[in-house]
C-alpha cells in the first residue's frame, strides 16, 4: 500500500490497519487472544498509557487515535520480547510498533531528541552527528594495526563492519581494540571499510524511518561491493540483525556473522593462545538483537566458557527471557523520554540483576547484602571479581553509568567479551 493512500484516507485510519496486515506476518494481528502476555513481559508496559496488549486491541477495534496519543510507541525499545513470548506469533515490534512509527514520523509529531538523531544520519551517515571524515580514526594508533580495505588492493578474508558507536565513542574504542587484538592473534586476514562506512540503519528503521534505512543500507552495500571478501563481521548485533535479515528484503545480501559467531567457530584456536587467568565470576546479558532476533545464545557462552578462570553464571532474565537494556530500535536516542514518563532506567535493573546472578541469587542488591556476598563468595571459595559481560557496543557504557548509579554496584566491572578474551591473551 502506498504512504500516499494512507494519508488519504488520514493517519491511523482503515488504510492504516490494512497496512500492518499487509506486513511480513501482519494478518497475525488478527488472530490476538487478548492473552496479555505481550503486556507482561514488556519491560516498560507498567509504565506504558496503553500495554502492548491494549495496541492490539485499539487498531482492532479502530480506535486509532488512541494508539496515536499514546506514549508507547515511544517507550518501546524494539526488544522483540512480547512478539518472542506471543503465543500467537504476533509481530508486534517489526509490524505494530515500526508502522506506527512511521505513521507519527510522516506527520512530524516526534519526540525531540530521536528528531535529532534521525538528521544526523541523514547529514552525516551516523546518528551520533560526526564527521564522517573521523569514521577511522580510532585505528589511528592501533597497536597491531588495522588496515583500510581500500590500501589492502587484494582480496581479504574478512570485512569488519565496526558501526557507528564503536567508531566514536572512547569506551566502546576500547572494546575494538581488544578485538583486534584477538583477531591479530589468530592471524584474521581482516580490514574495514573506514569513510565509506555508514550507519547500518537498523535502529533507524525501527525507529520508523524506513526510507532513511534504505538510504544507509544502499551506501553501505554500495561499498562492500566495491571490494573482494569472504565475509563480514559485525561488532553491533544491531547492524549483524540489518545486514543478515533486512538487507536482504532490498536486494542486498551479503555472507555476516557477529563477532562472536566467528570467534566462536575458531575457539580451538583460540583456547590454546589464551593463558591467562582472568579469575572472575562472569555473568553474560544477551543482547535482543543476537538473541531474541536472531536466536544466537550458544556462542557468546562458549567463548566465556573457554576463558580461564572465568566462572560463568547465569542472572534469573537469560536467553529469550533476557532483559533489554533499553537502548535498542532508537532507544538510545529516546534516554529523556524514557526517564520523564518512567523514571526507571532499565539498565540499572540489569545491573541489579548482574550482582545477584548464579549462586548469589538469594541475596538481595541492597547495600547492607554487600558484606554478606563477600563472606559468601569466600566460603563457597567463588572469585572475588564480578564481571557483567556484554556483546554489543550500547552496553559497556550504559552498564558502566548504571553501575556507578547503584553504590551496591560499585565492585562490578562491565567488560565486552572480546575484552575477556584479550585479556587471556595476556594482551
Ligand atoms: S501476547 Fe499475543 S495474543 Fe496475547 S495479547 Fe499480546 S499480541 Fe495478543
Ligand atoms: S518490543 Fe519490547 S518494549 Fe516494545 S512493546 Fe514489545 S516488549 Fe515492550
Known amino acids: 500500500m502506498a504512504i500516499d493512500e494512507i494519508n488519504r484516507d488520514g493517519l491511523f485510519g482503515e488504510a492504516f490497519k490494512q497496512a500492518v496486515y499487509e506486513l511480513a506476518d501482519g494478518q497475525r494481528v ?26 492490539v486491541r485499539t487498531l482492532r477495534e479502530d480506535k486509532l487515535d488512541r494508539s496515536k496519543a499514546a506514549d508507547t510507541v515511544w517507550l518501546c525499545v524494539s526488544c522483540y520480547a512480547c512478539a518472542t513470548a506471543c503465543p500467537q506469533q504476533i509481530p508486534l515490534t517489526t509490524a505494530l510498533i515500526s508502522r506506527t512509527r512511521e505513521e507519527l514520523l510522516l506527520s512530524g509529531d516526534i519526540p525531540h531528541e530521536l528528531q535529532s538523531a534521525l538528521e544526523n544520519s541523514q547529514r552525516y551517515g551516523n546518528a551520533n552527528g560526526e564527521s ?63 569513510h565509506d562506512e555508514v550507519s547500518d540503519g537498523d535502529s533507524q528503521r525501527l525507529a520508523g524511518e524506513s526510507g532513511l534505512f534504505e538510504m544507509l543500507a544502499e551506501k553501505n552495500s554500495r561499498a562492500f561491493s566495491k571490494y573482494d571478501f569472504n565475509e563480514i563481521i559485525t561488532t553491533d548485533p544491531h547492524a549483524f540483525n540489518a545486514l543478515k535479515n533486512e ?34 565470576l562472569v555473568t553474560y546479558h544477551d543482547p535482543c538483537y543476537l538473541g531474541r532476533a536472531n536466536n544466537i545464545y550458544d556462542e557468546p557462552r562458549s567463548l566465556l566458557e573457554a576463558i580461564p578462570g572465568v566462572v560463568l553464571v547465569e542472572m534469573s532474565h537469560n536467553r529469550s527471557h533476557s532483559l533489554c537494556c533499553g537502548n535498542g530500535g532508537g532507544g538510545l536516542w529516546l534516554q529523556s523520554y524514557q526517564w520523564e514518563r518512567t523514571g526507571n532506567r532499565l539498565a540499572e535493573w540489569r545491573v541489579r ?75
Open 132 to 194: 564522517p571524515r573521523k569514521r577511522a580514526n580510532w585505528i589511528k594508533d592501533s597497536i597491531p594495526p588495522v588496515r583500510l580495505i581500500s590500501k589492502v588492493k587484494r582480496p581479504i578474508d574478512v570485512l569488519w563492519y565496526v558501526g557507528d558507536y564503536t567508531s566514536y565513542h572512547p569506551r566502546v574504542q576500547k572494546s575494538a581494540q581488544a578485538l583486534v587484538r584477538v583477531l591479530s592473534a589468530l592471524d584474521v586476514d581482516f580490514a574495514i571499510l573506514g
Open 353 to 427: 540483576e548482574a550482582l545477584r546472578a548464579g549462586p548469589e541469587k538469594t541475596f538481595s542488591s541492597v547495600i547492607g547484602e554487600k558484606k554478606k556476598r563477600k563472606a559468601y563468595r569466600k566460603e563457597k571459595q567463588l572469585p572475588e571479581t564480578r564481571i557483567l559481560a556484554v556483546a554489543c557496543p550500547y552496553e559497556a557504557p550504559c552498564f558502566e553509568e548504571a553501575a556507578k548509579l547503584l553504590p551496591e554496584a560499585s565492585d562490578l566491572q562491565v567488560k565486552d567479551i572480546a575484552e575477556l578474551l584479550a585479556e587471556a591473551l595476556g594482551e
Open 247 to 280: 538487507y536482504p528484503r532490498l536486494g542486498f545480501s551479503f555472507p555476516v556473522r557477529h563477532y562472536t559467531e566467528f570467534l566462536a567457530d575458531r575457539i580451538d584456536d583460540l583456547k590454546p593462545l589464551m593463558n591467562h587467568d582472568v579469575n572472575a
Open 30 to 55: 488478527r488472530t490476538c487472544i487478548q492473552c496479555g502476555t505481550c503486556s507482561g513481559v514488556c519491560p516498560f508496559g507498567y509504565w506504558m498509557d496503553l500495554a502492548p496488549r491494549q495496541m
